[in-house]
């Protein structure tokens, strides 16, 4: 008798603090993969050995992956933390892999911006203001720039450490507090600001798979209800996307482009654009773009044929399987729930008539009652997810917002 061919054997590396856990576990799982799981924390996995890691010591936390794991097939990051780490990996395994100069520059919303303006991928107008520099030199940047501005923390993500700044004056108090936000999390202190133009118009998230340096689409988002500051809390996801198909394929060639001038080959990026309508052209410019998939539990909101998820494309593209080509898929979405004021949580009334909202698909509340959260641009968590689709994008938007007017959020 044949033996069977053993399955193929995964390297997921997780962080302990991700949304993403379990829909990798799941997609792995319906795969048959052999999955080995490297994290820097306890994972709910119900026994199942895990390498411990530290992202932060990339090469010694290789060195520890390379003694006891074996071969694999392949070296999936979960979640932006262990990007780095899976690169460095992946490389001493002599698997494809994303550069790691790449993956650090996508992680460093400065570089990203240099790199771009070098390769002239379209963009905000921008300065970088180091450290150092006084707040004179602030105010000028924001002044170079024009009002409104927006000014950001460069290695944050999840829109923490971003806000609005309508002159000089608000730039400077802007960056007082991203100050307080980067020192009450550790950062080291000499971490640059970025201060950018701010470009209004719609905008839109663009998910994809890159294999030698070609980037093949899994979804595109439009974001309806994207606020105009001073915070810039993602809230409403909603695919597919309803802009012109012109706009739309430059949409993507913009994402493809910044992609490759940040010398990424291999994997999935998650870029965000905007828009711009100004003076009556439509120009997509870049906002960021990150090595991985949409973050958040965002990826429910997607189904690929045969029912497969975001994460099993993933995973399959990362052992070089097939994944299906792009193409428009019943119209469903994605209300991200953003803290509304900061405080401890009590409570999320109103979960039984949210979940009954016709067209709805999914409700999650993700962080546990009773701990204190933060709104932006201080916190980095959201309250939950809520799915839905339909047969429009407007459906899947009103249901959306219907189910979101039913809950109640108790912070005290």
């Not at 507090?177 to 663009?206: H, T």
């Given at each position: 008798m044949t033996a069977e061919p053993a399955a193929p054997r995964v390297l997921l590396l997780v962080p302990a603090r991700t949304y993403r856990a379990a829909d990798f576990l799941a997609a792995a799982g319906r795969l048959g993969l052999d999955l080995v799981v490297g994290s820097d924390g306890a994972l709910p996995l119900g026994g199942r050995p895990v390498v411990p890691v530290n992202p932060g010591d990339?090469?010694?936390?290789?060195?520890?992956?390379?003694?006891?794991?074996?071969?694999?097939?392949?070296?999936?990051?979960?979640?932006?933390?262990?990007?780095?780490?899976?690169?460095?990996?992946?490389?001493?395994?002599?698997?494809?892999?994303?550069?790691?100069?790449?993956?650090?520059?996508?992680?460093?919303?400065?570089?990203?911006?240099?790199?771009?303006?070098?390769?002239?991928?379209?963009?905000?107008a921008f300065r970088v203001v180091p450290a150092a520099a006084g707040e004179d030199v602030l105010?000028?940047?924001?002044?170079?720039?024009?009002?409104?501005?927006?000014?950001?923390?460069?290695?944050?993500?999840?829109?923490?450490?971003?806000?609005?700044?309508?002159?000089?004056?608000?730039?400077?108090?802007?960056?007082?507090?991203?100050?307080?936000?980067?020192?009450?999390?550790?950062?080291?202190?000499?971490?640059?600001?970025?201060?950018?133009?701010?470009?209004?118009?719609?905008?839109?998230?663009?998910?994809?798979?890159?294999?030698?340096?070609?980037?093949?689409?899994?979804?595109?988002?439009?974001?309806?209800?994207?606020?105009?500051?001073?915070?810039?809390?993602?809230?409403?996801?909603?695919?597919?996307?309803?802009?012109?198909?012109?706009?739309?394929?430059?949409?993507?060639?913009?994402?493809?482009?910044?992609?490759?001038?940040?010398?990424?080959?291999?994997?999935?990026?998650?870029?965000?654009?905007?828009?711009?309508?100004?003076?009556?052209?439509?120009?997509?410019?870049?906002?960021?773009l990150a090595a991985r998939c949409i973050g958040g539990l965002c990826s429910r909101a997607l189904r690929f044929p045969g029912g497969a998820s975001l994460e099993e494309l993933v995973l399959a593209h990362a052992l070089g399987r097939p994944t299906p080509a792009y193409r428009d898929r019943r119209p469903s979405g994605v209300l991200m729930l953003p803290v509304p004021r900061p405080g401890v949580l009590r409570a999320v009334e109103g979960r039984t008539e949210a979940a009954a909202t016709p067209g709805l698909t999914g409700l999650s509340i993700t962080i546990p009652l009773g701990q204190r959260v933060s709104p932006l641009p201080e916190g980095d968590r959201y309250l939950g997810f809520i799915f839905a689709e339909g047969d429009t994008q407007d459906q899947v938007e009103q249901t959306l917002g219907v189910a979101r007017e039913r809950l109640r959020v108790v912070i005290q």
């Amino acid at each position: 008798m044949t033996a069977e061919p053993a399955a193929p054997r995964v390297l997921l590396l997780v962080p302990a603090r991700t949304y993403r856990a379990a829909d990798f576990l799941a997609a792995a799982g319906r795969l048959g993969l052999d999955l080995v799981v490297g994290s820097d924390g306890a994972l709910p996995l119900g026994g199942r050995p895990v390498v411990p890691v530290n992202p932060g010591d990339p090469e010694r936390s290789a060195d520890r992956i390379m003694a006891s794991t074996g071969p694999v097939d392949a070296v999936v990051a979960a979640d932006t933390p262990m990007l780095v780490l899976a690169a460095v990996t992946a490389g001493r395994m002599g698997l494809p892999h994303n550069p790691v100069d790449a993956v650090i520059a996508a992680t460093d919303k400065a570089v990203q911006r240099r790199r771009w303006a070098a390769a002239g991928v379209a963009q905000p107008a921008f300065r970088v203001v180091p450290a150092a520099a006084g707040e004179d030199v602030l105010r000028q940047a924001a002044g170079e720039i024009g009002g409104p501005c927006v000014v950001k923390a460069c290695s944050l993500s999840a829109s923490q450490g971003i806000l609005r700044a309508d002159d000089p004056a608000a730039a400077v108090a802007a960056a007082r507090r991203i100050r307080r936000v980067l020192d009450a999390l550790g950062r080291p202190g000499g971490e640059p600001l970025l201060v950018e133009e701010y470009v209004p118009g719609p905008e839109l998230s663009i998910d994809g798979l890159l294999a030698a340096g070609t980037l093949s689409i899994t979804a595109v988002f439009d974001k309806p209800w994207t606020p105009d500051g001073p915070t810039f809390e993602e809230t409403l996801l909603i695919t597919p996307s309803r802009l012109a198909a012109p706009v739309l394929a430059a949409a993507i060639s913009t994402a493809g482009r910044a992609a490759r001038a940040l010398g990424l080959t291999d994997g999935p990026i998650h870029a965000e654009l905007r828009i711009d309508e100004r003076g009556g052209r439509t120009r997509p410019v870049m906002l960021e773009l990150a090595a991985r998939c949409i973050g958040g539990l965002c990826s429910r909101a997607l189904r690929f044929p045969g029912g497969a998820s975001l994460e099993e494309l993933v995973l399959a593209h990362a052992l070089g399987r097939p994944t299906p080509a792009y193409r428009d898929r019943r119209p469903s979405g994605v209300l991200m729930l953003p803290v509304p004021r900061p405080g401890v949580l009590r409570a999320v009334e109103g979960r039984t008539e949210a979940a009954a909202t016709p067209g709805l698909t999914g409700l999650s509340i993700t962080i546990p009652l009773g701990q204190r959260v933060s709104p932006l641009p201080e916190g980095d968590r959201y309250l939950g997810f809520i799915f839905a689709e339909g047969d429009t994008q407007d459906q899947v938007e009103q249901t959306l917002g219907v189910a979101r007017e039913r809950l109640r959020v108790v912070i005290q």
